[in-house]
């Protein structure tokens, strides 16, 4: 007989309190189901309302409507998690736009620019610093903020705003995650490639040529699922990933890796 206990997977999180942005639709919803499966108590934060409740409500957790790009907004969704379940041990700063208007720095202007970076960037400053205020009094906490493999390389289909923000993204939590690793709260960046959520489907729905330009240069051959990103999510997030700080995580079917993608 052996004395080892066997691991409770879906225990992994519990008594763990999760803060998700963006958790209403694609990988935040996707990430809130498995946290809740693996024992986390859920606060979404989104800006609908409908979606938002709707996802609360599946999960068993807390909707908070917020506008991830107001300061006061995002203060109280995380001093509100706090306030109901006690503490904020996991911050998945995960929303997120890439809208139409934001293209080839020829034709992108800045109006187009300028809504990408508040809502891709300034929302993680934001979030993390709102999560940060109660992490560093409980001396422990995860942070886990959605950048891209754009962030790592060039992109083919270019969206300026986009790639920018989530390169800011990527090197703003590796400096989160030093400066905080003595205090117990863990800091990384999550790099998917090519997801299908929502988003996706929207910005290649009037242009499956783009589509298949992105998709050829993936060699597992098709876009990530949400709950692929969603399983990587909840191991940053639990103590399994507890000497994992401060790092590019990429969960890009092997596009950055990629020179060729063989035939």
């Known amino acids: 007989m052996s004395d080892i206990t066997p691991i409770d997977l879906t225990q992994r999180l519990a008594g763990k ?115 940060l205020r109660h992490m560093t009094k409980q001396g422990s906490g995860s942070i886990i903020n959605t950048a891209s493999f754009v962030a790592v390389m060039g992109s083919a289909t270019s969206q300026i705003s986009y790639t920018a923000s989530k390169g800011g993204v990527l090197a703003m939590s590796r400096e989160l995650g030093v400066q905080f690793a003595r205090q117990g709260i863990r800091v990384n960046a999550l790099c998917p490639g090519p997801v299908n959520t929502p988003l996706l489907q929207e910005l290649f729905a009037s242009d499956p040529e783009r589509a298949e330009r992105r998709l050829v240069h993936v060699p597992v051959g098709r876009f990530a699922r949400p709950e692929e990103l969603a399983a990587s999510v909840a191991f940053l997030a639990s103590d399994d990933a507890s000497f994992i700080t401060a790092s590019t995580f990429l969960v890009d079917g092997g596009i950055s890796s990629a020179y060729t993608t063989p035939l």
């Open 17 to 131: 309190v999760a803060v998700i942005t963006g958790g209403a639709s694609g990988i935040g919803l996707a990430t809130a189901r498995r946290m809740r499966a693996e024992g986390a108590t859920i606060v979404i934060g989104d800006m609908n309302p409908a979606s938002g409740e709707a996802a609360a409500a599946e999960v068993g957790g807390l909707f908070v409507q917020v506008n991830v790009t107001d300061e006061a907004q995002v203060n109280h969704l995380f001093d509100t998690a706090a306030s109901v379940y006690g503490s904020v041990d996991i911050a998945f700063n995960n929303a997120g736009i890439s809208p139409d208007d934001d293209d080839s720095i020829e034709i992108t202007e800045l109006p187009a620019w300028e809504k990408v970076q508040d809502v891709n960037l300034k929302s993680v400053y934001l979030c993390s610093r709102a999560a």
